[in-house]
């Protein structure tokens, strides 16, 4: 795979001044030309799959709930009785889920709905190609921006970008991703989540968000393996959807401080970068190692091996508050990292009234309906442009237009389709 050329990331950060070339509004012409060639095997694939549904077969939810009992979270008796026959199961700290805490902590009331519906179907046991395309693309301002991320991180090679959308598309397809999402908090792993492993806090230079992820808190005997896939997938998703409002990157930090090796999980790191690789390229402006650990030595030596070529060139380690501040200013590095931001974890459960819209069905259809018809002229001003002479330009008013109108119903059905979290809740 041959790596983009991109300036030093150090630099950059010096500069304060966010790389911009091969995104929305910043293409030459072969970026654009290979933008539209793109779309034409994107179409093409649209009609291939069309009676083609994928199948869901490893979703992402917690397999051995309530729910794998085909017991749904309104039916409160079933659930009720399901905790008092499996109370063991439900009490077991290597595979309690925040919901299961939550119920074993007397609080009841469903803070989600318990019927999932997937986008634009009632099959939740498939999964179109083309509409979870659709559902990826909202994680962006806009659906040329999803397959530009890809793009540049193939230098441009459109069968290579076409390949990797498609088998990220299906990933997301086949692992259940807008299930995952749909429950939220409330799936994973309850003391990582009470722990705070991965947090955020602050932006960086360029004004990114910025993603923690406090090692010395993630300890591997203290939950089940099957956590893995589940944690680090929701983790990257939750970042996409932090970043879609601030230039759709963000920035991730893995403090060492405190790092014994009863931290070392291979796992965990290796399924974020696999995942990050191929469903989520170009996400991460810079991934920074803070270290004060000797133990970091070997185990680095490890996970270097597992990087993707782009991300080892965004990859920096920073031994001190000093190296850090070249891409965060002080008074937004936490200040148990030796910055001067104020910050203390506490996790605070999820609730039915933050998550009031999912209810709320009738506003749902009619979310939903509105992004099926600005879908609907996005992909039709886009075959309009591909099937137009090259010199035509991808901002065409008609594009800009749809492309905007795609970006504000997706936030708009984003709060019935998805459970709120912990920085969402903090904010209100």
Known sequence: MTVPDIPDIQEVYKSRTRIDNGTVGHL?????????NLWIKIFAHFEATADKPIKVTHSQIKADSYASAGITGSDSNAVAQWYNQNLEQASNVTTQTVRDKMYLDGIHEAAVPGTFKPLFSNDRATRSFANTFWLACMLYSSPDSYLLMFLRSVSWDVEAAFEKIVKSVEWRASQAIDELMWDGELGQHHKMMSDGVTIRAGKDKLGYPVVIVRVRLNVPRERSESIVERFAAFSLEQTALLARGFGERATLVYDYNGFKKENIDLAFIKSLLTMLSESYPQMLSVTIQQVNSWLFTGFWTIIRSWLDPLIAKRTVIAKNVDQLQTFLDKDQIMADMGGELPYNYKYVYPTKKENSKMFDTEGRMRAETELKTTVDAFFAATKQWVASPDAASYLDPARVQAAAAFHAAALELD????A?????????
């Open 28 to 36: 030459n012409d072969s970026q654009q030309q290979a933008l539209k």
């Open 415 to 418: 709060p019935y389709i998805r």
């Open 420 to 428: 709120r979290f912990m920085t969402e809740r903090n904010a209100e």
